[in-house]
Structure formats: structure tokens, C-alpha cells
């Protein structure tokens, strides 16, 4: 596997259980390990959750990194929001997510400026921004917009949606020839994973991979492949 390549933990807190309290734990757990493991980004993803909750759980989430970033200076991980630029702000995350149908990298730039948010993030660089794609075109278009980077998948088949065409290794290799870095997702396995980066993807991104496994085995087994 190619060196550098970047990880992404997307989260999915409703896989820890039925009682709420307990996700909420579980989740905030997992964020700490995965920070600890060096994974490069994490996107808290609870669509389902009302503003206030949200912005509760990611206010939650960034206290951990920033506890984790006093004692190693050179803590990688970086946290993103799914597509809510005002929960973003409102905590101090390092970036969005965007989907498909979402507004545009350069409207997040914009309201990022207009809010003076450089400042009050401790930067004058901008957001991180994430934007998922589905076809060749959304990730030119993800380039064009200024995003940091794009999310392309899915690759291969999803056990949870068995009936969703995966894109494949060939359009991957497409989607990969912009200049902006390429995560696959979709069906990531340590097995397939290193097929995704040798395609010329930049990294891989996934929930349960990431979820279900123990962090730092997951994170170490695929860096034995980059060597």
C-alpha cells in the first residue's frame, strides 16, 4: 500500500446498541481510539440526531481531540461534521462533510470567511471539506469547487445494500486523476483495500472496518502494507 495513505472513520453510533446513553459512550470511545490509532479524519455522521444533540456529541468530540492534542503535539486526526456547517462552527470542528446534493466547497469557504471562523479556530487556512461523489464527474466538480478532498464509492458491494451498483476499481482509477486526494468507500476490507490505493486512490475511508475492529490492529495491519 502506497505510504501516507489516509484513513477515514465515518461513525455510525446506532451499531452500539438500542439505549441511547450507551451509544453516545460507545461512540465518544471509539473517536478516542481511533484518534490514538493516528486515523487521519473522522466524520461524525448521526444524521438522525436533532440540531441540539448533535452539536452536544460533536462539542463532545472536540474536547477529545483537544485533550489528546495537549499531550502529543502532533496528533494527525482531524474531525469533521456531516454537512452541518453551523454545528462546525458552532464547536470549533476542523471541517464538513458534504454529500452529493449538498451546497458547494466554495459556499462552506464563503460562510467560513463571512464568520471570521480562521480566527476563532485558532487559523487563518480554511476548512477542511469532504465531499462524497458517485461518478467521475461529481469528483471533477468536487475539484472545481475547492474541496479538500473527495469521497468515491462505492467501490465494491455493501452487505447493507446488496441491491446498489458498485463503481469498481476501473471508474476509481478515473475518479483518481484529479489533484485533489480520492478516498474509496464502500465494502473496504483489509483485503481490498490495498487494490483501492494501488488504483490511485489516496486512501480509504469506511464505518465498519474502522467500528467494529480493533483500531490500532486495523491501523497497523494496513500500514505493514505500505512498507
Not at 22 to 51: F, G, M, N, W
Request: aromatic content about 4%; hydrophobic content about 45%; some cysteine.
Amino acid at each position: 500500500m502506497a505510504q501516507n495513505c489516509l484513513l477515514y472513520y465515518i461513525t455510525d453510533r446506532t451499531a452500539f446498541g438500542a439505549d441511547e446513553l450507551s451509544r453516545r459512550r460507545c461512540l465518544l470511545q471509539k473517536i478516542d481510539e481511533a484518534a490514538r490509532a493516528d486515523v487521519h479524519y473522522i466524520q461524525v455522521r448521526e444524521k438522525d440526531l436533532p440540531t441540539r444533540a448533535l452539536e452536544s456529541l460533536a462539542r463532545e468530540a472536540v474536547a477529545i481531540l483537544n485533550k489528546l492534542r495537549t499531550k502529543n503535539r502532533e496528533l494527525k486526526t482531524k474531525l469533521l461534521i456531516n454537512s452541518r456547517v453551523d454545528v462546525v462552527l458552532a464547536v470549533g470542528a476542523d471541517g464538513v462533510h458534504l454529500r452529493s446534493d449538498d451546497i458547494t466547497s466554495r459556499d462552506v469557504k464563503a460562510i467560513w470567511k463571512t464568520c471570521g471562523a480562521g480566527a476563532a479556530h485558532g487559523s487563518q487556512l480554511g476548512p477542511l471539506i469532504g465531499v462524497s461523489c458517485h461518478s467521475v464527474k461529481e469528483v471533477k466538480q468536487a475539484e472545481a469547487d475547492g474541496a479538500t478532498f473527495a469521497v468515491f464509492g462505492p467501490i465494491f458491494e455493501k452487505k447493507d445494500a446488496p441491491g446498489t451498483q458498485p463503481a469498481g476499481l476501473i471508474l476509481l482509477r478515473e475518479a483518481c486523476k484529479v489533484r485533489i486526494p480520492v478516498l474509496a468507500l464502500g465494502g473496504m476490507t483489509l483485503e481490498n483495500a490495498e487494490r483501492c490505493v494501488e488504483a490511485g486512490a489516496a486512501g480509504i475511508a469506511a464505518i465498519r472496518l474502522f467500528q467494529e475492529n480493533d483500531l490500532a490492529t486495523i491501523v497497523q495491519r494496513l500500514q505493514l502494507h505500505q512498507q
